[in-house]
């Protein structure tokens, strides 16, 4: 009886495996055709459109290989994340440290004085090469102004993605290093507004829910905590498979049948206080830190295709229709819109005479001045970037150092074979 039972356990148990083992089968079966279907769609994809000055050039081919190349990124305490150090190549590189490496003198080995520049992508540099970001184009303008004999040294710590209150502890972080600089500039807007309407809160770096739900999940996986066991162990294993079948094309396929809502976005009068309230307070926090460490800020709220007035070229027509098209970012235009003229009122009393308003800069030109959507700039709108804020920048370093008042501007920036790569802050 015993052995019959056995028996019929066994067989049991052989036909479940096989039945599972069948579906399993069946599973991946459909997976790989989801799977091959995707790279074929990938292979006869297209990449997104590019102004047709970025398409026609030689150097844009193999650009978007050495800008993925930096994408790589490492976590970073306070500020979530950065790039990875030391990436070589053609058009995109970067130092030691990390960060979007400047073209610019070494020598000699101390400087007159230094600069610093915060802000996202934009400043980053996305699609710029090394030597057209914001602060490549404004270093070349600050050696002419030391003259062949000095050098202003300039740190790009822009990063793709960044809100003010970011940039703010990047700053605060170099100041606890000890570097000093003379000057710092803010480039923001895109990234603060966009953060406000995903997070219904202004000030919170972009992406938190994500964060929060990687913190959870590293707490839950972690076998160091204070909750081991069994149970523990189960509670792994559960959440491991879970999210292997996440991964599946097929469960991609079957919730795109689901039907999605309408993104639950603030007001725009909300989202604007929102917007001004945290970047004004951070303006405030670095004006209090300038008064401390003897450092000038200005500050720069940036020019933006949402906001534009400037006749759109054909490329940009398509990219307005994209964001017309999609509710978040029909709302960052709305918002975009209403900003300039409560930060025209505000941020001038904080930082007297060191806040720009670009969002109009652009206004007569008629050639293709962005990028995507998302409002990045062409290498081509940069030089009129840098000259809106030349004269702040400059008037902040002649006050610090009024030898450059009289320093004879240099026949030509000097020149500069490769990008300055790094492990000092500041070489």
Request: aromatic content about 8%; glycine content about 8%.
């Amino acid at each position: 009886m015993l052995r019959r039972s056995l028996i019929t356990l066994a067989q049991s148990v052989r036909g479940f495996c096989s039945v599972l083992g069948m579906t399993l089968l069946l599973v991946l079966a459909i997976e790989g055709g989801f799977r091959l279907k995707q790279q074929v769609s990938g292979e006869l994809h297209h990449d997104p459109p590019v102004p047709d000055s970025y398409a026609n050039s030689d150097w844009f081919r193999g650009f978007n290989q050495d800008y993925n190349d930096a994408r790589v990124l490492r976590w970073k305490p306070f500020l979530y994340f950065g790039r990875k150090p030391l990436v070589q190549s053609r058009t995109v590189n970067t130092d030691g440290l990390g960060r979007r490496a400047t073209p610019q003198p070494s020598t000699p080995s101390a400087p007159l004085a230094r600069v610093f520049f915060f802000g996202g992508s934009t400043m980053w540099g996305t699609a710029q090469r090394d030597s057209h970001t914001i602060a490549a184009v404004t270093s070349k303008r600050l050696q002419a102004l030391a003259g062949p004999t000095a050098r202003i040294e300039v740190t790009n710590l822009g990063e793709n993605g960044y809100v003010s209150t970011q940039q703010l502890f990047s700053l605060i972080l170099e100041l606890r290093e000890g570097h000093r600089p003379d000057v710092v500039v803010f480039l923001d807007g895109i990234n603060d507004v966009f953060s406000t309407l995903q997070m219904s809160e202004g000030g919170i770096p972009q992406n938190e829910s994500k964060r929060a739900a990687e913190f959870k999940l590293g707490r839950q996986l972690d076998r160091t905590g204070f909750a081991r066991g069994f149970r523990k162990d189960l509670t792994s294993v559960g959440i491991l498979l879970l999210s292997t079948i996440k991964q599946l094309a097929l469960v991609d396929w079957v919730l795109g049948f689901a039907p999605t809502s309408a993104p639950n976005l603030l007001p725009t009068d909300a989202a604007v206080r929102a917007t001004v309230g945290a970047y004004s307070e951070n303006v405030r926090i670095v004006e209090a830190l300038g008064a401390r460490y003897g450092f000038t800020g200005i500050y720069i709220w940036q020019p933006t295709i949402h906001s534009t007035a400037k006749p759109l070229t054909s490329f940009e027509q398509g990219l307005m229709r994209s964001i017309s098209n999609d509710p978040t970012q029909h709302r960052m235009k709305e918002v975009h819109l209403a900003i300039p003229a409560v930060l025209d009122t505000l941020i001038p009393a904080i930082a007297p005479g060191r806040f720009l308003n670009a969002v109009g800069l652009f206004r007569n030109d008629s050639s293709d001045v962005y990028y995507d959507r998302v409002g990045h700039n062409t290498e081509a709108s940069i030089p009129t970037i840098v000259d809106a804020f030349w004269p702040l920048l400059k008037s902040a370093l002649v006050a610090r150092h009024p030898q450059l008042g009289t320093t004879a501007p240099a026949r030509s920036a000097p020149a500069v074979s490769r990008p300055v790569i790094s492990d000092s802050p500041n070489p």
